[in-house]
């Protein structure tokens, strides 16, 4: 039996005897005084100076600061474009239904939510995407047909970031196992290739080829939609980022596993599937996440294929004649949006952290 | 694990991943095969000839000598090297910015933290490219237009760029790499010495004064010896702009800064999880022994600090190298905003995207190589100083 | 426009157009079969194709979308007007999945060689110009040896400045600057002297400044930029495409006008032979309806609804509007003031 430990030392003593110098002690105080210059022009801006959401649109243009009249305005156009005004609510309720299942997945790997078991999770997943689909296509139950060319704003961004996580996950784990084994030299050779490739080019190299020459691939007369393209092309990339974050999980485990679990007469399928899998993936989560949020925030780079997600329907609402003084209101909607959605996937990473750091004391 | 396993069976070759890569293959060559037909349809062969071709648009800026009558391939060569020097320079500055953040966010000042958390946190829920717009946007507007460029003396500032002095050009002035290198060779040479001395004795030399001496003494004096002319060309106003001297554009700097910030928060929590992963107690044992606290910090800390921080910075360093793509946006003329011109131009998406891809992929590789060398390099030296 | 040039844009162009090969078909049929119009514009183009608060496409390009609807399907509001890049549009009418593109494309030879499409009626006549500071005391391009030029990145204007420059033997700097706010914000603060863009869109781009009276458009145009409605080739639809247009392009002689129309109509026997030829009961336009499958009144529904070729200049472009453009100090000038704006006769 071991003794129990005793309690942890006061890092913070520690810490303060060689992190505690002037020359530190200096940085903090400069960048508290920046941050409070920075906190109070965004004050400034936003509420000291700025024209109210009741006084109308005119009121701005003598106002210095923000104009909330410009959200009332804008609001509805910024979050779905040109999807038909009176059909708002599907563009909506696909939203709804992508951010709730999203939330519900965060919640669930934080621990939370234990009902919910990982296989009625996929079903939700298999559900839900066909759903988005089908809700904002139309063409069936009465709803009107609508063309992809008109899917913009935030279903996009979700349909873009969600959907091409959720299905560059199963590809990743594929990718990350097909990587780690030993049973079939050509494939991990192959795995190898393709996880360095994807990671060694920008993205806006692959949605340029997922753009330009995805279609060039395809048999003459056939085409596909930039929407369609993009994610092909988002769904490869990220899957070769997910696929290290999960070899990590993988080489984390000790060799000892899989001898005992071949000892006891498992298949390799079986190793894998049953043993080392689990465990790899609930270690590599916390870099998963990060994996996540960066992949969720460079969505915004397809802005460049004219397809356009929030940060572009954004731009066009200031493109409106007359609308051009607004950018900035424009702009912080977006950075709104990003920080408050990164900052719930954030708060997942740390939960994981805290979740692991408890388990291995 | 020490022990080898026992024999392992006769490995039988891989069929099935063969067969499998094999389709896999032959699947993409049937892309290919689509591709080319679809080009052929619109009749278009690919082919790299185009390169040759007179490129005939200008660039905001260039670090060798390119004018629009020169040639895709050059126009090529020179967004390559404009992006080889954005990354490096981004590099620099957020292993900078990271280095000290994460520093700050593990001192004990509760302001400290907090700045440091905002920070971290501020940067790392901003997509990149909005951080980008709006910097370049407040710095555009925020410093003074080229006629009422900031000046102290030969510098100037202004919402273009950063005019400096500059040893004007000569052939003859590549007589200095000779000096150049050979002051270096001895500045090592003392820099060793000095080691030596100190491992043998404990007696510390001067060590930096002597070698930035050295270096600096043998190329002025070789300078001075060989008569190499060093015009100095000052910037001067005329008409449009400042004229002669160097420049660094106002978008390189906004880039630089956008990714110093945005990569210095990432790298900023690398290094806090690394410093915070150093048990405790060794730097008490440390302190009982009596060891100053600048020793214990560079001595123990620090040599733990570095093993587990180098391969996540590696990645991270990638990272940057990739990100310098957006520059694009501002008006850096990167390779990327170079071969978007050129498809443009060519209407041959298919060969510039993959020469594109290629080179960023060999800058990439060749980093996090060389980077993975170095580490491999720092474990068995300090593997060595400990045995 | 400058926006159909960028990076995206005439990339794929060559390489799309005439993939498939085209059906001279019924589209015609297939408009009134769907009884809408799939129409094609620039997603964010101010003052010819932007939607407004409803997510609805408002602009002189736009209103050509309408024009056809209202010609073909009695209907104005029956346009669906999608905004789409413009590679993505070529394809998409190449395919046969819109029927027509109202979006600033300049007509070209090696454009309308290609099949699958067909440029159908010039709309606008634009070029590349050049706009400075007023401050900067310049009056002429020629004036602009050494100085700072701002322009998008990848776009062929990019090509034609250097050209430009070039063959004056002048030296520039260029800011080729990918993103339009950081592209304006550089050139109203000052960071380049010069902004080059199509005529039209440096004085739409003018209005986006706190000042625009501060900035002036220089007399030189440095190339020849025909804006052209495109269609899904169709005899019968390309008819009356072209001739909805030259109806608006008469009107605008006319002086007839969506709000003067009802008015004239209840009083057309006292009016001229042109004016009755174009709206009468049983007239050049009625005989035109039936060979092409048009309504009867189609001429009538074209004015009524979108109005003439000036009015809907005027509505998004003109004095009123953020862009000051004077109608008669452009080559869109009515052919009598000196334009190149011709109508055909209507007979």
Redesign the interface.
Known sequence: MIPAAPPPPQRRDLLRQWAGTPLTALVSAVSAALAIWAIWIVLDWAVLSASPPQRPMHACAETAGACWRFYVEKSRFMLFGTYPYQDHWRPGLASMLLLALSGVVGLRITGRLDRITPRVLVALWIATIPAAFLLMGGGWAGLDRVDMSRWNGLPVLLILSVIAIALAFPLGVTLAVLRHQDRWPVLRRAAVVYIETMRGVPMVTVLFVGVFVLPLTLPPGTRISPVMATLVALILFHASYFAEDVRGGLQSLPEAQTEAAKALGLTWSQTMGLVLLPQALSRSLPALVNSVIGAYKDTSLVVVLGIHDLTSTARMAFSEPGWGQYALEAYAFVGIWFLLSCAFLSWIGRELHKGQSARSH | ?QQSPPALPARRP?W???G??GL?LAGLAL??V??I???Q??G?TPGYGFLAQTA?????ESLIPYS??DSYARVIVAGLLNTVVLALASLLLATIIGV??G??S????P??R???I??V??F???????VL??L??IT??GLP???QALSWGPLHLS??SLYLPAIEADPRQLWLLAPFLLSILAAWWWVRRARRIQRATGRETPVVLVAATLILAGQLGFAALAEVPLVVSVPTF????F?GGARVS??FLVVLVTLGLYHGAQIAEVVRGGI?AVP??Q??AA?ALGLA??T??RFV?LPQVLRIVIPPMINQY?NLI??T?IA????Y?DL??VS??I???T?R??EM?LI??AL??GL??GASSLMNRLNIGLRNRSARNVS | MTTFKSLVTATASSLVLGAAPALAGPVMDDIKAKDSLICLVSPTAPGFSVPDSQGVFQGFNADFCRMAAAAILGDASKADIRGVGFSDSMKTIVAGEAHMGSRSITRTGTRDADEGLAFVATTFFDGQGFMVPRSLGVASAAELDGASVCAEDGSTTLLNIADWFGAKGMSYRVENIADKTARLEAFFSGKCDVYASDVTALSADRQLSDTPGDFVILPEVISNEPLTLVARPDQAFEAALFWSFQVMLNADSLGISSANIDEIMSQLDQKTPAVQRMFGADSATTDMAAKLGLPADWAYQVVKQVGSYGEVFDRHLGADTPFGLVRATTPNAHAADGGLMYPFPIR
């Open positions: 694990m891989d099935l991943g063969a499998i890569v896999a892309l290919g689509n591709i037909l679809n080009m349809a619109t278009v005939g648009f200008d660039l905001s629009s009558g000290l953040m520093l700050v593990v001192t004990p000042s302001a400290g907090w700045v440091a905002l920070y946190e501020l790392r829920n901003l997509p990149k490219i909005l717009l709006v370049y946007v555009v507007r237009p080229v006629r919402n273009r005329v008409r449009f702009d004229d106002v978008q915070l405790t107690g730097v008490e302190r606290p600048w214990v910090t800390v990638v990739k990100n793509s694009i946006a501002v008006g003329s990327m905003s978007g011109t498809i443009n131009q209407f998406p298919l995207m594109t891809m960023y992929l990439c590789l």
